[in-house]
């Protein structure tokens, strides 16, 4: 076939394969296989021929239909809920970016509907190398459906409840919260409360644990708790309100750790129309990009995302883990919402 009749056989309505690579540089289709395969034999005329007339065929490989062949995807499932949480979005950012440059791709599955198993079962379809879990609540009967998933690994990050067969790559929240305590009885503080979110009770979140025994071991009991349905900033304020309008003055705690940043937040916005006069020292968790703008100025607690997420991505796709490398501790970000005025 001549380079003309080539040309117009490949008009811009149609991809080009393999086999006109093939063709164009005078070689078999395996050659052109083994040209777009890392570390695979092939010769370096051959391999810059290849190239040569895939570039001017405008050929790409179909990394999909190859990974199906060698029984790997190269694709991930991240499960994720609560998108309307900025640290979500945070966590799919990190995730996705990491992923991207070990050449695989996310899919992203999003369970806030609760609808397990019809999302279970795209990711069985599309025969998934494993899947992250970002900071999900996971069921009893979830937990269930995704072991029932075709043997690829699953790994949940940020909570620290998973199941059988899933790991967990979390930091170390108890130290966090004890982290957490310690900056708020350094300001001479006498009276603490804690804000919730959803499933406080599954104790898949040990900051609460920390920040209460850290206050315990100084002489100090947790003096009141909130809670929430959700990481909802509304939510976080209506809780905050209503304590506000309720609690005298003279009676309120000084200083409240919120679960996230999202509820902190709330609780903040509340404190400024409810009792613009009068100071309630607050912390949040995860510091998210709202946190650090003047006139909120939000303490909170760093989770290391980039640390959490190269672990977590280690043990899905390598199979371990690292050693103890610092990846389980996460920063405390110091604003100005945790001083005593």
């Given at each position: 076939?001549?380079?003309?009749?080539?040309?117009?056989?490949?008009?811009?309505?149609?991809?080009?394969?393999?086999?006109?690579?093939?063709?164009?540089?005078?070689?078999?289709?395996?050659?052109?296989?083994?040209?777009?395969?890392?570390?695979?034999?092939?010769?370096?005329?051959?391999?810059?021929?290849?190239?040569?007339?895939?570039?001017?065929?405008?050929?790409?490989?179909?990394?999909?239909?190859?990974?199906?062949?060698?029984?790997?995807?190269?694709?991930?499932?991240?499960?994720?809920?609560?998108?309307?949480?900025?640290?979500?979005?945070?966590?799919?950012?990190?995730?996705?970016?990491?992923?991207?440059?070990?050449?695989?791709?996310?899919?992203?599955?999003?369970i806030t509907g609760e609808n397990y198993r019809s999302v279970m079962?795209?990711?069985?379809?599309?025969?998934?190398?494993?899947?992250?879990?970002?900071?999900?609540?996971?069921?009893?009967?979830?937990?269930?459906?995704?072991?029932?998933?075709?043997?690829?690994?699953?790994?949940?990050?940020?909570?620290?409840?998973?199941?059988?067969?899933?790991?967990?790559?979390?930091?170390?929240?108890?130290?966090?919260?004890?982290?957490?305590?310690?900056?708020?009885?350094?300001?001479?503080?006498?009276?603490?409360?804690?804000?919730?979110?959803?499933?406080?009770?599954?104790?898949?979140?040990?900051?609460?644990?920390?920040?209460?025994?850290?206050?315990?071991?100084?002489?100090?009991?947790?003096?009141?708790?909130?809670?929430?349905?959700?990481?909802?900033?509304?939510?976080?304020?209506?809780?905050?309100?209503?304590?506000?309008?309720?609690?005298?003055?003279?009676?309120?705690?000084?200083?409240?750790?919120?679960?996230?940043?999202?509820?902190?937040?709330?609780?903040?916005?509340?404190?400024?129309?409810?009792?613009?006069?009068?100071?309630?020292?607050?912390?949040?968790?995860?510091?998210?990009?709202?946190?650090?703008?003047?006139?909120?100025?939000?303490?909170?607690?760093?989770?290391?995302?980039?640390?959490?997420?190269?672990?977590?991505?280690?043990?899905?796709?390598?199979?371990?883990?690292?050693?103890?490398?610092?990846?389980?501790?996460?920063?405390?970000?110091?604003?100005?919402?945790?001083?005593?005025?």
């Open positions: 076939m001549s380079e003309r009749e080539m040309a117009n056989k490949l008009d811009k309505r149609t991809r080009a394969t393999a086999t006109d690579v093939a063709q164009k540089a005078g070689v078999s289709k395996w050659t052109v296989s083994r040209a777009f395969t890392p570390g695979a034999s092939i010769s370096d005329k051959a391999r810059e021929d290849v190239l040569a007339a895939a570039k001017e065929l405008g050929y790409r490989p179909n990394l999909l239909a190859r990974s199906l062949s060698q029984k790997r995807t190269h694709i991930i499932g991240v499960v994720v809920d609560e998108l309307k949480n900025p640290h979500s979005m945070m966590m799919l950012d990190e995730v996705t970016r990491q992923l991207q440059s070990r050449g695989y791709m996310a899919l992203m599955l999003n079962s795209l990711a069985e379809q599309l025969q998934v190398d494993g899947i992250l879990f970002l900071g999900t609540a996971l069921t009893p009967e979830f937990v269930a459906i995704a072991n029932d998933l075709h043997k690829v690994p699953l790994v949940q990050v940020s909570r620290n409840i998973g199941g059988k067969g899933i790991d967990v790559v979390n930091i170390d929240g108890y130290r966090a919260g004890k982290v957490i305590a310690r900056l708020l009885l350094e300001q001479g503080h006498q009276r603490f409360g804690y804000m919730a979110g959803p499933g406080g009770e599954e104790g898949h979140l040990q900051r609460k644990m920390g920040y209460v025994d850290e206050l315990k071991a100084h002489g100090h009991e947790l003096d009141l708790e909130l809670e929430t349905e959700h990481y909802d900033r509304m939510l976080g304020y209506q809780a905050m309100q209503r304590y506000l309008l309720e609690m005298p003055v003279s009676q309120r705690v000084d200083a409240l750790f919120c679960e996230n940043d999202i509820l902190a937040l709330g609780a903040m916005a509340a404190l400024r129309d409810i009792s613009p006069e009068i100071q309630l020292a607050l912390v949040g968790f995860d510091d998210i990009e709202e946190s650090e703008i003047p006139g909120c100025d939000l303490t909170s607690y760093s989770q290391r995302l980039d640390r959490l997420m190269h672990e977590a991505i280690c043990r899905l796709i390598d199979g371990k883990g690292s050693e103890k490398s610092g990846w389980e501790q996460g920063e405390i970000r110091i604003r100005r919402s945790h001083l005593k005025h």
